[in-house]
């Protein structure tokens, strides 16, 4: 996953603060002289619904106490008495959407204080909560193609239960959804919900209007200057099939895959106007062509405490290049995008990478980086009107912490989309890679053979696969979910030169979830949970550039691709490095007994990544504000030398961090900070201390060692304990 520009971060900032400066005053400023800000807002009795929610529901509320020191994320309240006066009625309001029919307001104050300010006190009775009573449901017998038992048994209310208003509404919209997806596009549901106060209990009932049920008819779509009407219909027919029942269902995924081709800038599908005589209703849909030739540029810069890059890109996209006839007769729209990306990058970072070039030490890797890619894609190929043929190729040079490399990356596959949410793409690959790395100077005679996997300059690493990747996307948002899930699974079969040609097998699966709730939905849980094997045969070895690397977004108790078994390579020849910092923010030497700082080869830890991979993720995420989300999240992961199965030691090669974040929102999408704490006593060391090999600085404290232990031994050692990540977008 490649690391947001800081750029763009900084340019979102500037957005923000810019719109946002104007509004601080104004939210502040008093808008009559008389007015008066609100001190404090309390509801004594409030025991059946929280006082948070009754408070959350109303529009009166106090002034926080940060709107000064934070303006962007709070404002003065002021009290306004017409206001003060609707929102007593819509605290019973609430109460009755609980099931509280009983509740009412006994008493209001407002007390003037002698900073002209007011003090707001409610005090509530709440009742007792009213259960249905009776329920009746009818209009359903002898409908074709629905199930009404099934209806009844999905009912969220029944008899006993309080009546929530919620519930009542869910109801309602499940039985008038399964008449829409049976084919009565026009059906009508009437409810009364009668409450008996004095009981308290409710009694209610639905009575369905069906009406006739349809079958899909003809299907309408625009005349664009491209792309032809027949065309379009002709993909959509694949959800909106003729003389099948007519469904909601049916219409969404229909608008989800005419989408999907690539041309449209808008897309809505819509019933048209039913037609009684033949019981059939057609289909209209609205698409409207984006342009078919785009020019794409810009630049960033990225950073952490490993790897800090500045780059640029340039992007071309031809969306009608004219070779799809090739493939099927009279075929359209094959794209094919080309892209330029070109940057530079240091590692470790910058700041070290200038002291170690002034103290003459060395050791930093920095470079020119970058590629060039073509992409080609060419839709319903061999007359089919769910497969689409692609291929890529890229040219690339990468620099990494264990690893450079000058690398090429072919790959040619079908896309099948049964369905909008499914995604088979099975493909073939071949990827070549002119490897250069410093892993074989180690400090121990050299690395072994399966440290790369791979020959270095000037043989090529040589990579053939085959690849069958699947997907099943029910996300309402994939930038921002907030309901929903992923799943997907990757597995490979191929060909790897690493000492010898080596048969390997690769498999990674993944599922994410999304659940929102809560007074507004503003709370949102999510969790990932992925897992990853690479198994090498006749004799265990597998490449580097294949092999996992975790840290950064995918486990936050690490920097990136830090979570991963490590290796030493020297870096020179100097003081050995205690675990202790100076005032200077460099370490410590050893001492020996006169005194004097000992002196042996110095080294760098360096991750060759692992055969194993486990991440798991939960995270909560509470909306403050429209702009402002905050986090708290556990995230716990593996990378081993072997590959993931029974005999994996969790307890040494599992770690868990905590941490918490914040999300703010912008036009160029959430920018997201989040500071994780991996836990010190949970696994062991990534490298455990070698006295053979270079010596090098072990972090068991948080930023500039701050607490440190002088551990050498703590859960992930050599690595700080605490990590700070910065970039655009949710973590998953």
Known sequence: MRRPGTSLVVAALVVAASSGCGSIDAARRRPTPDAREVASLDIDGARAVPEAELKERIVTSASPWWPSWLPLVGRTEWFDANT????????????EAHGYYQARVLEDLVTETEREMVKLTVKVFEGKPAPLRRFTLTGLEGLAGLDAEGLGRQRRLTPGRTFLEDDW???????????????????????????????????????????????????????????PPKLIVDVASVDLEPSA????????????RVFQMGVFSAVKVNRGIPDPTTATLPIVIDAREAPFHSTRFGGGAGGDLIRNEVRGFLEYTDRNLGLARLFSKGALLDKLTLKARLGYAVLPNLPEFIRRGASGEGGTNHGLVGGLNAQYEVPRVFNTRTVSFATSLELSRVLDNAFNYFGGELKAGLVWRPTPAWLVYPSVNANTYLLQSEVQQLATGGAPSAALGCPTAPALCVIGFADLTVEFDRRDDKLAPRQGFFLSASAQAGLSQTTRFTPFVRLLPEARGYVSFGPERRLTLAGKLRAGTLVGFGGGETPIV???FSGGAYMRGFNQRRLSPMAVVQTGTGPLPSNELGLDGQPLCQRDAAGSCRVGPL??????????????????????????????????????????????????????????????????????????????????????????????????????????????????????????????????
Request: charge should be negative; include cysteine; hydrophobic fraction near 45%.
């Open 84 to 95: 003060w006066q609707a929102d007593l009625r819509r605290l019973t309001r609430v109460y």
């Open 169 to 227: 509404a869910a109801d309602k919209a499940r039985v008038l959804t399964a008449l829409h997806e049976a084919g009565y596009a026009e059906a009508q549901l009437a409810g009364e919900a009668v409450v008996d106060l004095d009981a308290p209990a409710v009694d209610a009932s639905l009575t369905v209007t069906p009406g006739p049920r349809y079958r899909i008819g003809k299907v309408f779509a625009p005349l664009g200057a491209v792309v």
């Open 245 to 256: 029942w007519y469904s909601d269902s049916a219409l969404a995924d229909a608008q989800a």
């Open 546 to 548: 294949a092999r996992f």
């Open 603 to 732: 080294g760098a830890t360096v991750p060759i990544g692992g055969d194993g991979l486990l991440e798991a993720s939960v995270e909560l995420r509470v909306d403050v504000t429209d702009s402002l989300t905050l986090a708290v999240f556990v995230d716990s992961g593996l990378v081993t030398a072997e590959p993931l199965g029974p005999a994996t030691n969790l307890a040494t090669s599992l770690f868990t961090a905590v941490g918490v974040g914040a999300r703010y929102r912008t036009p160029l999408g959430p920018i997201r900070g989040d500071v994780a704490f991996r836990l010190p006593f949970i696994g062991g060391p990534l490298l455990p201390k070698d006295p053979s090999q270079p010596a090098y600085f072990t972090q068991s404290g948080c930023f500039f060692n701050l607490g440190a232990s002088g551990s050498t031994t703590y859960a992930g050692a050599p690595d700080s304990v605490c990590t700070l990540h910065l970039s655009i977008g949710e973590a998953f």
